[in-house]
């Protein structure tokens, strides 16, 4: 072999490590190694929070569930903005829900409008157990960090609970109150957006962290629409990213 094809393989052979070592700082980024394609996400998640107007207050939230979410679009934008989207699904198979306990009755109405036949008082309220799913979230990540992937989304689901949600019928004995069309509904609407980031600990494995404003709602499917208008939800998770 020729000096001069040595001096070339040798030369070949000395950039492998130099190709290896630019792949290495390449991939140094977990937050662009992840952004670099169009990735699944999936992940586990717990959920927390509370009512945050004054008649819901004293409401508690947990559930437990999981993320799936598709990122269906390579990087647009620079600087702080720069980022790709992603369609998501969460499922909550276990929710629960803690609230305030009161006394009301069950009433029906006679031919006399100011007289009622009523039964109880019953105890309402306290603790609701039921499954959420959020089949539409609509998320933007922002790509420009190194560790931290921030994120802001939209999304919109469905609750059903063992129990008519939330309960009705405090205040003056009437039919309005506590008649026979006075309950609210097992199922109800959650509207909802939030902010919340990914803490890389390595290329395809991130911490989770999220708060939600998540508002309730029947849109009237019961009687009695009581709904929850706002409560502040807050996350933690762990993703794996495909």
Known sequence: MSQVKRLVLAAVA???PLAALGQMTANESPVGAAAKHTPWEMGVLFQGGK??????DDFQFFMAGGHLGKVLTPEYGSGLFKGNFEYAVEVFPYWQSNTPTFQRYSCTGT???NVFNCVGPYTVGGTFHGA???PIILRWNFTHGHR???WAQAAGGVLWTNHKYPAYGQGEVNLQNMGPNSDASVWNFTPQGGVGLHYFLQPNRSLDFGANAV???SASLGDRNPGVNASVQFSIGYTWWK
């Open 132 to 134: 959420s799913i959020t």
């Open 14 to 16: 000395g950039l492998f």
């Open 215 to 217: 508002h309730i709602s």
């Open 148 to 150: 931290i992937m921030p």
């Open 111 to 113: 031919p006399n409008v």
């Open 51 to 56: 009512g945050v107007t004054d008649e819901r």
